[in-house]
């Protein structure tokens, strides 16, 4: 049986706050959610605990909850022992018991919400659905008087029970167009499934199921204000108004509510105060329930037979309340801070390049600040078949809501030889100060072979050093035969000496040859242009310069960049002849030129073009020809068509 | 971060034990009955207390006319009775004055009180008709078996004896008594309204069905009436009658309509009894209290209904 108008069914014991501001206090609320909406990022487990101020005050644990999100699945179950009212009355009937004493039979009714389980899923970042189902108990004892014929007759009190237990059930959809603002719809009392069928005796004080539906609105006009508006067709409404503040690392919240319920008086039958603390692991909520009209009065029984109960926690004979509520939010997936927009790859890799990789970053990415504080992130690195493990870049710190670009750096190990390249992939990573992993991307890269040369003669000075063993062992050998000559002449001269000599072997057996044809920037180590005898302009520079370096004879490769297409590169040798001292080696001052040491001291430097490969004198005087030709007749280094780069 | 998770699992746990066992369940609310119109309160009382004693000193007897109660010195009692059974209605009326001499207690042999001798100093008439002299005869139980005694005499007057005694309902009845020596004392008894009872039976018994629903002609809601279930003995007596035996004492008020808790009728033996006998009474009583005696007066409209049990 049910009444035309109403009660309220969206009550709910902290207060009605904005389901996206705090996320705790909604928890498993089906009163006021009966979609079961809810931006839990994983585990969530609830407890409300508190006391009614009846004429005498007892407390009782009102639900224990327990929430988990899987993907964009999210499923609650409760348990609430504290969702019960009990009435007891004199049902009019009294024994006269065998002592001429008078005994009255009571009835008692109880009415329970024991548990409910809701479901929801998250179509879109806008879009909602769920239900839920809760399952409700209504025992109905009533005393009777029952004969006893046996010797005598005597009346005995006789306790009936009936029940009347049912589940109900409702959906729902949540629409949150922006983060400022969100609306709800959901059903009251759609599905109502009776486990029992209903004694006619007492079908009549059943809880009331009038359908009905809810709709829910909330704005956030300000980012610390939110207005909260739940409104029932059967004209019952709240009304709830929350204040934010960013305290003690987390959020600190004050709301009220204000409620109609047709079946209660005044026209705003109750508020409900409520504060609340809550950060990313906990919540607590403090939240009372003050009546405006006084409940510890006799009832009429009459007036509950005629109107009955909706709602089990609200209604005309509810108690005023103080409730304290404590969320456990626990992530067991940690709680993405940052995450990647994009992850763009600057370089392919050249492995030889090795400390090229240290300094200039070879990826880019576009990394978003999702939280409202300032977040200090960890990227790292793993390039398959280069790196073992990951390699990480320096931390960078992220404004609130912020995107900024973040460098990635790699480290390539001089162990590493795979002369072929090939497709790999790199792993990004993004780590929070404590080291969890916040997001990570991936992207392939091409890994050239260890020959391969980006054409920048600067990063030549990697094939000048990686052969460092090979090229010292084999000037050393060469210098050995000129050991009495270095010995007996000016120390001063023993460079340019030691220079001219290594330089003379070197070209010894060795012919100009251009580069394969697919691998226009393929670079020979200096092992490889000895052994294949032979190289174009940058192997036999890489060569002779590594030969050099390796006996501590200082180089530098001069960069002739490319007209038409077609660059070129030779050495140029520091004698450490001062210009006093130049007329040693020389007569003409146009064969050398002159740079100051780190002491600011100058010195001579002789060009060489490595490409002569006839003797040291020819290769010094075309050396000399075209740095002065391209370098300083043409003002190359003033153009910048021309630089000098130093291999330390 | 897992030890925080398995530490917050434990304090959960822990504080749920806690929390569990330092509740109480929330305060009951009371509610006041008071809708009279939707259910009438009754209080039952046994009347019978062995339904296998055909004889009973109880006070009571299932034509609501009572032996007249022995916690008073002098007893005084007007009834019209009327009787329903096959839809057939007898009518009596019926007026009887007992004076006890307190002094002389009769007991059955286990010491129980069951009644006083008495006396009949000069005469008494009720509505100016003289009342007869007839001997005051009460039954007891004799260790199990059946005695009577005649404990003296009392005044009873019956429709029919000694001139046309009318029971007039909701009006009264003229009593007088005339002792032997000095003034007589006059007074009117009040009469009820009339009562008329109609029982509706549905249901079945051997089912536990059986349902009885009451009706009788409504008086004042706040006064009381009462209401006798009684049964007929499907054994015949030693005499060959059947004994009726009060069971019940329902009060209730006088709003007209009583469902009869059904437990009761249906818990009644079938093999034991085979018919009910319902009996609406509706009563004044009036008790004075005098020096070194009192009086008891009791003013009855009944209605008896004797219905198979179905």
Known sequence: MSIKISAQSSFELTGYWSPDFINFS??????????????????????????????????????????????????????????????????????????????????????????????????????????????????????????????????????????????????????SPSEKISFSLSSINLININENSIDPNISQYNIRRVKNILLGFSANPIDSFNFNL???????????????????????????????????????????????????????????????????IPQSFSLFQDQGIS????????????????????????EKTVEFQDVEILNEIYPTLTENYLDKPFAIGRVVNLTNHFVQIKPSSKIEGINNGKIESPVVSIPPKDTVKVPFYTIIPQSYDKQKAGISYVDFYLASANQELEDQAQKPILINGINSWDGKVINLRYFIKRDFDFSMDYAKNILSH?????????????????????????????????????????????????KLKGGNCDDLSVCFSSLLESVGIQTALVDYKPVNGIGHVNVLVNTQLSPEQAKLITQNDSKYFIRKNESGADEIWIPIETTTLTNFNTAWDLGAQKFN???????????????????Y | MKKLFRFIYC????????????????????????????????????????????????????????????????????????????????????????????????????????????????KVKF?????????????????????????????????????????????????????????????DIPTPKEIIGKVILSGKIKNKTLSCLLNWDKGNPSDSIEIILGAVTTAQNSNGTYSTLPLYKIKTRDTGKLLIPAKLVNEIPQNKFNKLVLTFVRKYQIHFTGSGSDLFILSQSIHSIILDIP
């Open chain 1, 482 to 530: 000129y050991k009495s000559d270095l010995d007996t002449m000016s120390y001063a001269l023993s460079i340019f000496y030691k220079t001219k000599f290594l330089f003379d072997n070197f070209v010894k057996n060795l012919v100009y040859t251009a580069n394969p044809r697919a691998e226009a920037d393929y670079v020979q180590f200096p092992h490889e242009t000895l």
């Open chain 1, 629 to 647: 030709e391209d370098a300083l007749n043409n003002l190359g280094i003033a153009k910048g068509s021309v630089a000098i780069v130093d291999i």
């Open chain 2, 127 to 187: 509505n100016n008709i003289f009342a007869m002299t007839v001997p005051y005869k009460i039954n007891y139980n004799n260790h199990g078996m059946h005695a009577d005694t005649i404990l003296g005499n009392m005044f009873a007057l019956t429709r029919g004896m000694m001139g046309q005694f009318n029971f007039d309902y909701n009006s009264s009845i003229n009593f007088q008594y005339i002792p032997m020596q000095g003034h007589s004392v006059n007074f």
């Open chain 1, 311 to 334: 709602n089990i926690i609200n209604n005309r004979y509810s108690f005023d309340k103080a409730i304290l509520t404590l969320t456990f939010n626990i992530n067991a997936i940690p």
């Open chain 1, 230 to 296: 739940l409104f029932e067709t059967g004209n019952n409404l709240q009304i709830g108004l929350n204040e934010f503040l960013n305290a003690f690392g987390g959020n600190l919240g004050i709301g009220i509510t204000a409620f109609h319920d047709n079946f209660q008086s005044p026209y705003f039958a109750g508020i409900i105060p409520a504060i609340s603390y809550s950060n990313n692991l906990f919540g607590i909520v403090l939240s009372g329930v003050k009546y405006f009209s006084n409940r510890n």
């Open chain 1, 26 to 175: 909604l928890m498993n609320s089906f009163e006021s959610n009966p979609s079961n909406y809810s931006n839990l990022k994983d585990w969530g487990l609830t407890l409300s605990y508190g006391g009614e101020f009846s004429s005498s005050a007892t407390s009782n644990l009102y639900l224990i909850s327990l929430s988990k999100k899987i993907g964009n699945n999210f499923v609650s179950l409760r348990y609430t022992p504290g969702y019960q009212k009990e009435f007891i009355f004199n049902n009019g009937q009294s024994i006269v018991l065998q002592d001429s004493t008078s005994q009255q039979l009571d009835s008692k009714f109880t009415y329970k919400e024991l548990f409910g389980l809701g479901y929801s899923y998250r179509i879109s970042n806008q879009f909602s659905a769920g239900f839920s189902f809760r399952y409700f108990t209504q025992d109905f004892n009533q005393e009777g008087v029952l004969p006893v014929f046996s010797d005598t007759l005597y009346l005995v009190r006789q306790s009936e029970d009936y029940k009347a237990n049912f589940w109900r059930g409702d959906i729902g959809i949540n629409y």
């Open chain 2, 11 to 122: 304090l959960c746990f822990v504080a749920c034990g806690i929390l569990l066992n330092s509740c109480n369940n929330p305060a009951p609310t009371e509610l006041v009955q008071d809708n009279p119109s939707i259910q009438n309160p009754i209080q039952v009382e046994v009347v019978t207390k062995d339904p296998t004693d055909e004889y009973y000193n109880n006070g009571f007897d299932t034509t609501g006319v009572a032996n007249p109660v022995i916690n008073y010195s002098n007893v005084i009692n007007v009834s019209g009775i009327k009787t329903t059974e096959n839809n057939v209605t007898t009518k009596i009326s019926f007026a009887q004055a007992i004076f006890y001499n307190r002094n002389m207690p009769f007991r059955e042999p286990s010491g129980r009180l069951i009644g006083y001798q008495t006396v009949t100093p000069g």
